[in-house]
């Protein structure tokens, strides 16, 4: 595996391996204004290997008025929403959207530009999906486009290939166009590998292992926060829990002051 080795200084190096830095940099719900802390509570575990993000099987759906049975762990880095029964909140990803818990702000990492990657291990359960993605911190409605560096389906992983998604999706933001597509991989995604994206003025590049797989000619300009998680859409009973997103590190870049 050839290391990603961007331009730009090093801003963060997170290996999960001090529980107090972990605490500081990592808000463990997922969009908890469209839910509750509680109910989008993050599960997951810190060892040597670094984090598991994991769902287990008492965990309940996160938001079911919208999102129905979907269970997800999550970790961002970033939160905010207007009053409860208004429609402001970050990544809103139906139009009925209503904040149920409001959320004061807080920010631990937002990049405007740069790079960012993750090493990470796939899961191949059909019914979850491990992903890194960024969303616009949503000051203004507009700047909310999402930049995905990987997601990965557990039903297409195979032994020896399996596609990775990547790209952008635009929601609330006019000037980003949609640009998603699946990469195919010639290789065992539930083995490391490295997925990472660099981004500003105007273009997007990203890598697998270290090799550039997709380019785009577009890229937000506001700050964007980090969100890390698996998803499972439909628990089984008789599966075997807990579903794990295993990941060793996630590191960031400054961008550099010009190209």
């Not at 993050?42 to 965990?59: K, V």
């Not at 139009?95 to 990470?120: H, K, N």
């Not at 998680?229 to 008789?238: G, I, K, L």
Request: aromatic share 10%; with cysteine.
């Amino acid at each position: 595996m050839t290391a990603f080795r961007p331009e730009g200084e090093l801003v963060l190096d997170e290996d999960f391996q001090d529980p107090a830095a972990f605490e500081e940099r990592w808000i463990p719900h997922y969009l908890p204004q469209w839910s509750s802390r509680e109910r989008s509570r993050a599960r997951y575990r810190l060892d040597c290997g670094g984090l598991r993000l994991l769902i287990e099987a008492d965990q309940q759906p996160w938001a079911p008025e919208w999102d129905g049975p979907l269970r997800v762990s999550n970790l961002q880095t970033g939160v905010r929403s207007g009053p409860i029964g208004s429609s402001d909140g970050q990544h809103r990803f139906r139009p009925d959207l209503v904040v149920r818990e409001e959320q004061a702000e807080r920010w631990t990492f937002t990049p405007s530009g740069g790079a960012v990657a993750i090493t990470c291990r796939a899961n191949p359960d059909p019914r979850t999906m491990t992903a890194l993605w960024l969303i616009g911190v949503e000051r203004i409605p507009e700047e909310s486009a999402e930049l995905c560096v990987m997601e990965v389906f557990g039903r297409e992983v195979g032994p020896a290939r399996g596609l990775v998604g990547m790209g952008f999706h635009p929601f609330g933001d006019g000037r980003i166009a949609d640009d998603f597509e699946k990469v195919p991989v010639t290789d065992d995604l539930t083995a490391v590998h490295e997925y990472a994206v660099e981004w500003g003025w105007n273009r997007a590049r990203w890598y697998v292992d270290g090799v550039l797989v997709k380019e785009s000619r577009q890229a937000p300009d506001y700050p964007l926060q980090l969100m890390l998680d698996v998803f499972e859409f439909e628990p089984d009973p008789a599966a075997e829990y807990p579903k794990e997103f295993a990941v060793e590190r996630v590191r960031a870049w400054a961008p550099v002051s010009s190209r």
